[in-house]
């Protein structure tokens, strides 16, 4: 469901400039996502705060970071305001958790079936996320299951949040 405005639980979708965002767009197209226009996702904290991964660790930042930016605010259909409380809770226990290219490959190879059973272990034993797993991880350990397919974090990417979240479409 879309939000008219950021609220504590909520997701902020948006573009990335440069290197990254293009390389995120190229890896989106090439898993058949091309068509999404957001390359990051964050979990809005409070009316000044939010946390997303980024290279250098998952950080809490402010909203102002994000100022002049189109930024799509989603949240699953009746979301409580007690679960809005429980995702910012579970979010704080990710404050530093590195960032990981590598999870990347493992969502190519999961899309891909390409038989790799060794990938999903590794990545997910290095705990480290990717800006989309984070918020996946973070909703599930505060009991909201996004995706009925009750799917692996580390197998989200921002395309899925956007289609499930932002264009009403299940995947």
């Excluded at 990710?94 to 079936?113: E, G, K, Q, T, W």
């Amino acid at each position: 469901m879309i939000e008219s405005s950021p609220l504590p639980g909520s997701i902020g979708l948006t573009s990335i400039a440069g290197a990254v965002g293009l390389g995120i767009r190229v890896g989106q197209a090439l898993l058949l996502d091309g068509d999404c226009p957001y390359e990051h996702a964050f979990i809005v904290l409070s009316d000044e705060t939010l946390i997303e991964a980024e290279p250098g660790g998952a950080r809490v930042t402010g909203l102002d970071e994000y100022a002049g930016r189109e930024v799509l605010y989603v949240a699953p259909a009746g979301l409580t305001d007690e679960q809005r409380t429980a995702i910012c809770a579970a979010a704080t226990n990710y404050v530093r958790v590195p960032y990981s290219f590598l999870d990347y490959a493992a969502i190519a190879a999961h899309r891909f079936r390409l038989p790799i059973p060794w990938l999903r272990r590794y990545v997910a034993s290095t705990k480290h996320e990717i800006c989309s797993a984070l918020v996946d991880q973070i909703y599930q350990d505060a009991g909201v299951h996004l995706f009925q397919d009750r799917r692996w974090p580390g197998y989200v990417c921002p395309a899925d949040l956007w289609r499930l979240l932002g264009r009403g479409e299940q995947r």
